[in-house]
């Protein structure tokens, strides 16, 4: 199987096996004896509820015991086999498929990662509720509730069986990677096949469970795409744009149609627009100017200032989000960790089109073009100066993960400041760019994480 280097070839590389994960997973049990009944009645997004895509009912007893006796009848696994079993098993299903996107991202950055990561963590949100609500209405047993000499690979999920919600998230994240990254799109297809397969041989699920889950997946990364395809994105700037003095200046300007992007939660693209930044040669933009060139490095700031600005800081706050989840064991909660992310993924998508919206009003800019003697670590990117975009990132990303896991609301500020001050740092942003980027990203924060206190389940983590 071609696997993207991150996902696979580390794990190859360091030479770990992991045929001692298979065997000793199968006696770690999960805490709850019915995980998340509820959880195909919460909130999603690209499509209409859980119960708007339509499973059928699985397969009655005659077909459930040839499909016993298939997986009674299997041969042992072979360490390819067990390999793609303990791969696909780790942590919730939709963990790895961060990953290939993270991976496509790097091989192809066309498609901006902000919005890759919004649209695929909502299609396996969507995905996994959507499963969530099949699982609790049909309620089929496990292989192994069926058959006690069925003997599971890996811990036996405390949810019901039918249909799978490995195969279902694949599909869905797949057919959306595939959508945006389309020269990788038979690998993907692939990928997807393997995760659902994977659940077959390490004994937990039917093989129509698997069927199942892949029907539905295709279902939800349709309309996923469908959204996609109508948020605007695909609109190419008409070329103009305003010029005059102490006005921002560049050719061909980076994400300059984003403001007319369609938002998830922004009622519009200006609802959170900063205040006018400080006027040119006014006593405030000198101040702040002064502020830049009497900065004295460190290596300390040096260090943190091209860690923020080679992430990208999304990377850095998928890490984090992916962090507070194991700490939390929410990844044994697979609706509440695919939850997580998805709003992590709104947050910051929304964020983004608010700042590019503030960016291309104002057109303040950058310092270097105020004061050729400012001293930057590297160029600055290719747009205006006010909001500063790491300050807008960093500030959802702090305000919805706070939301979520309020016991490290301190640690997520430290982060979200440490990231928008490294702009300062580098010598690219005002200190006003900052300060400006923070409020408009923890207003746009705040307002996803209201929206998800009325989801259907708890905002915060136990």
Not at 10 to 19: C, D, E, K, M, P
Not at 100 to 129: G, K, Y
Not at 356 to 380: G, V
Not at 447 to 453: F, H, K, Q, T
Request: aromatic share 8%; proline share 9%.
């Amino acid at each position: 199987m071609n696997l993207p280097l991150t996902v696979r070839g580390l794990i190859a590389g360091a030479g770990i096996s992991l045929i001692p994960h298979v065997i000793g997973s199968a006696s770690a049990q999960p805490s709850s004896p019915q995980l998340e009944p509820d959880a195909g009645s919460w909130r999603t997004w690209a499509i209409a509820s859980g119960s708007a895509v339509t499973v059928p009912p699985p397969p009655e007893a005659g077909a459930t015991a040839a499909e016993i006796q298939s997986l009674r009848a299997r041969s042992l696994p072979d360490a390819v086999t067990l390999d793609h079993v303990a791969y696909w098993d780790r942590a919730w299903p939709g963990y790895r498929w961060q990953e290939i996107l993270l991976s496509e991202s790097e091989r192809d950055a066309r498609p901006m990662l902000w919005r890759s990561l919004a649209l695929v963590s909502i299609a396996i949100q969507d995905a996994t509720i959507a499963t969530w609500h099949a699982k609790y209405q049909y309620s089929r047993q496990r292989p192994s509730e069926l058959e006690t000499a069925i003997h599971p690979l890996v811990s036996v999920p405390h949810s019901p069986s039918y249909p799978s919600e490995h195969a279902a998230v694949a599909v869905a994240a797949a057919d959306v990677l595939a959508y945006l990254f389309p020269s990788d799109a038979e690998n993907l297809k692939q990928l997807a096949s393997e995760a659902g397969q994977s659940r077959i041989a390490a004994g937990v699920q039917f093989p129509s469970d698997v069927a199942a889950g892949e029907a539905l997946g295709h279902e939800v990364g349709a309309a996923v795409i469908a959204r996609a395809k109508a948020d605007r994105s695909d609109i190419p700037w008409d070329g103009k744009i305003r010029t005059g003095p102490d006005l921002w200046a560049g050719t061909n300007p980076l994400l300059i149609t984003m403001g007319n992007w369609v938002p998830w939660v922004l009622r519009s693209a200006d609802q959170f627009r900063p205040p006018p930044p400080p006027a040119p040669r006014s006593p405030q933009m000198v101040a702040e100017l002064t502020e830049l060139k009497n900065f004295s490095r460190t290596p300390v700031s040096t260090r943190l200032s091209w860690f923020w600005a080679a992430v990208p800081e999304l990377r850095e706050w998928i890490a984090i989000t992916n962090l507070k989840i194991f700490e939390t064991r929410i990844s044994e909660d697979p609706p509440k960790a695919a939850r997580a992310m998805a709003l992590l993924g709104i947050a910051s998508f929304d964020s983004f089109i608010g700042c590019m919206e503030a960016k291309y009003h104002y057109l303040a800019p950058r310092p270097f073009q105020m004061d050729r003697n400012i001293s930057m670590i590297f160029p600055a990117p290719n747009h205006p100066s006010y909001p500063a975009a790491h300050g807008c990132g960093d500030g959802a990303a702090e305000a919805i993960l706070s939301s979520l896991f309020p016991h490290d609301a301190a640690y997520f500020k430290a982060r979200a400041e440490e990231g928008a001050m490294s702009r300062i740092w580098a010598g690219i942003h005002y200190r006003s760019d900052v300060d400006a980027g923070l409020t408009l990203g923890r207003s746009v924060g705040r307002l996803v994480a209201e929206e998800a206190s009325k989801d259907g389940t708890e905002t915060t983590a136990k």
